[in-house]
């Protein structure tokens, strides 16, 4: 019996390449982005150097780099990774953010990552749901990226969910919530997390790589909040 081939997670249209979840015409209709600015994925100018806001308050992170706006079809899929179990989606998802990476690097040169992490979930939480979805999009951007994959990363008590917060409230939610089990010293980051609202989680967590001595931290999303 012939195996029956992957199909484009949009179209349903059979792919020739099946790991990359998407076909050709379909990854060039995804909603495009706006000028972004480089460091905080935000609506700017210019997206080769950094807006007004970071440059009078610059976040902890050397880039941010996402995917989309949150919006379909992308948000269906990171609710649909994220809270019905739909892990077949890691794979194509990784491959969005690899070329946003790509296309990022490219653009700022930045360094290339040797060492990724993702935001961990609590542990009750990962219990409960099964698995932590930022570290099924880290662990293959990882292996594309030759880097290290690491899950060094530790949540510290079960706290609010941060959807449920607002800015401020994210902010003090989050104030000594990580723990680093890995040294960092030296490394280029990149730090992965699903979606970026406020960036209160990972200026948290970017501001304790930097305290442990890493050398740059990129952070990539599947979508920005615009």
């Known amino acids: 019996m012939l195996p029956i081939p992957a199909t484009c997670w949009l179209c349903r249209l059979p792919l020739q390449l099946p790991q990359h979840g998407l076909c050709s015409l379909c990854l060039r209709q995804l909603p495009a982005l ?3 600015c480089p460091r905080c994925a935000l609506p700017a100018a210019s997206a080769y150097q950094a807006c007004l ?4 308050t610059p ?3 050397q880039a941010l ?5 949150y919006q379909p079809p992308l948000s269906h899929w990171v609710r649909d990774l994220k809270f019905s179990g739909v892990t077949a989606l890691r794979v194509m998802l990784a491959r969005l953010l690899l070329l946003s990476f790509q296309h990022m ?5 930045l360094p290339k990552p040797d060492l990724v992490l ?7 939480r990962a219990w409960q749901r099964g698995y932590n979805q930022t570290a099924l999009l880290a662990a293959p951007l990882a292996h594309w990226l030759s880097a290290e994959f ?3 990363l530790v949540r510290i008590g079960a706290r609010s969910p ?3 917060l607002n800015a401020q409230q994210r902010k003090a939610n989050l104030q000594g919530a990580f723990h680093l089990e890995i040294a960092v010293q030296g490394r280029h980051i990149a730090l992965i997390d699903d979606v970026v609202t406020t960036g209160s989680t990972v200026a948290e967590i970017s501001r304790t790589l930097l305290a442990q001595g890493a050398a740059s931290i990129q952070t990539g999303c599947l979508c920005r909040t615009l």
């Open 34 to 36: 706006p000028t972004l």
């Open 53 to 56: 806001r970071c440059q009078h």
């Open 59 to 61: 976040p902890p992170w």
């Open 65 to 69: 780099v996402c995917v989309g706006d």
């Open 105 to 109: 690097r490219r653009q700022l040169l």
């Open 118 to 124: 993702c935001v961990p979930l609590h542990h009750r």
């Open 150 to 152: 690491s899950q060094g």
């Open 162 to 164: 941060q959807h449920q």
